[in-house]
């Protein structure tokens, strides 16, 4: 009998370590609520059209199909059971000789009812629910005959100056400049109005703090309005209360927290305040050396000190290191290898910081560019990346802006809505379409 290895969630960690298991003695089941990995980096793109699901999404099933001690299963793990050794799905239930949970993180709204009003980014249906809302928005500013109403359909808020803030409100910046320009005739592109809230003193605070700025300006050249030290402390259906002040927006978007997945609660080990399972230095729960946790779920400590980030680096390497102690190699701590962090602000803007060097601008985007191609997972998913980006590139375009599901109440269409607006003064769309080149 060979030990069974289960491996809950295809993410990041999961699949690297179903991967790094395939010359081993053992049996593989990798779960997955999902039938798809996900390339969450590469999310806000789908958000914001410039790419479409499947582009940045790979069935798990092909990913390990040439894997023979592999199998992969669709299904959703209500319980864990460390004791009995015994999973729970939901629709059945699984007994193991090793686990390795991995099935990262979800938005945390620091305990307000928040989700249906501010969506945040971290699956498909997320991703296509704010590209739903965002072109949703632009449709009904083109009806809309009120100003006051027409400036809050074309006024984006994003909540939370991180990573996935920074790259989402940048992006929101270049659809009203460059994509929308010119498809409607009510919208004057130089309306749309972007504001990024950031409760701390500056964004990207994890990055060196003249890269923190160096995207502040580079946001600012796509109309992004900045707030540092803004907290939002009311989000409803016409804006946000940040700072006592009230913004009205139609669309606000969640950019500010993340929790640890639910299952880490159910395998008796410590947790930190956002539900992430303590682990011990080679990443297995204290008292199960049969169990591992890893990714975003993990609170993994440096053996140097400090923390292993949540990002898919950490994700991967915390994968292939208990892969190694099932295939038997010793129970040695996890060293994370820091490659650096990278972050997008729009077309041909970026930020890189290392250890040795950190970059912005043109030259930083070249290199996050090559480097998100290369993880892709698939030769299909990656040719097609690189035509879809082409193209965006050379035309500003967003092929993807599909409205997708409900389109809920729009303003009703009567015989003002066909006034036009006065076309854009040149210097102004000269100006709209030279920013970020
Ligand atoms: C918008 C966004 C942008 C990001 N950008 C970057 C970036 O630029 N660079 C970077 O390094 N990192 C980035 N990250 C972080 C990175 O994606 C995560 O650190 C990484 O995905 C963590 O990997 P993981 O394997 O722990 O979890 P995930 O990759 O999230 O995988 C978890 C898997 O578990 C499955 N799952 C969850 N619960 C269950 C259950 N109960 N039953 C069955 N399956 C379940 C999910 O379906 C999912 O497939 C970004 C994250 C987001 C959301």
Redesign the pocket.
Known sequence: MRPHVVI???????LATARELANVDVDVTL????NH??F??L??QVATAALSPSDIAYPIRAALSSQKNARVLL???RRIDPVGRRIELDDGELTYDYLVV????THSYFGKDWAHLAPG??SIEDATEIRRRVFLAYEAAERETDPERQKEWLTFVVVGGG??GVELAGALGEIGLHTLAHDFRKIDPTNVHVVLFEGGDRVLSSYPAKLSEAARQQLERRRVEVRLNAVVSEIDERGVIAGGERVGARTVLWAAGVKA?P?GADLGAPLDRAGRVIVTPELSVPGHPEIFV????AKMDHPDGGQVP??????IQGGKHVARIIAGEPRTPFRYHDKGN??TIGRASAIVATKRFSLSGVVAWMLWWVVHIFFLVGFRNRALMMLHWGWSWLTFRRGSRLITGATGALPAIHSATLVQRAPMPRAQETRASSLGN
């Open positions: 809950v969630g295809g993410g990041f960690g999961g779960l997955d609520r999902r990995h996900l969450q980096p999310l806000y299904a959703e793990v991995a099935t990262g993180a980014l971290k990573p996935t997945s299952l890893i990714g975003d779920l949540g990002v898919a680096q950490g994700a990278m972050a």
